[in-house]
């Protein structure tokens, strides 16, 4: 009997992860792109070993630090232009217009993390992200977004191309 209980077990974590897996995969070819503008960062922790960690300009604009220990995790909405860059509107009233996007965000720490507050990279690859001005987001509908790149002031893809080592 354990041992049928521990394979069920098993099972149902391989299905929930696999699920989790797929949901990702699903959002990174079917999310809609937005570039939310990266805030100076301390150029000593800039680079931290094989990440980068993140400020986003968006954090500042929306969450003043004399309101940022009053708000729960929620959903903002941004005002998206033509070249996917997007810019704090207002926080979620249930309603979207065509030129907007829901983002969720999580208050941790007294600060907002939207999906991720690090880049992680390949080892000896830092130089490559330097010069990052974008962070690439693919969203779902619902605002649940996912990091999956950076961007440069002219909004190219930063980091090796396919094949090249340093």
Known sequence: MRNIVLLLTAALV???????????????????????????VDPRSLMQGDYMALRFKLATEAFPHDKIKTLKD???????????????????????DADEALLR?????????FASNAFFFQEKHGS???NAKYGE???STNGEAL??????????????KPGETQ
């Open 147 to 160: 990091l999956v790149a950076l961007r440069g002031a002219d909004l190219q893809t930063l980091g090796p």
């Open 128 to 130: 490559y992200y330097q």
């Open 105 to 113: 965000y999580r208050i941790r720490n007294n600060q907002p993390k």
């Open 74 to 96: 929620g959903r903002i909405v941004l005002a998206v232009d033509p070249n996917n860059v997007a810019t704090f509107r207002r926080f979620s009233d249930g309603r979207t």
């Open 14 to 40: 391989l299905v929930l992860v696999n699920y989790s897996i797929w949901q990702k995969e699903t959002l990174i070819k079917s999310g809609r792109t937005l570039l939310l503008e990266l805030a100076p």
């Open 137 to 139: 987001f693919k969203v």
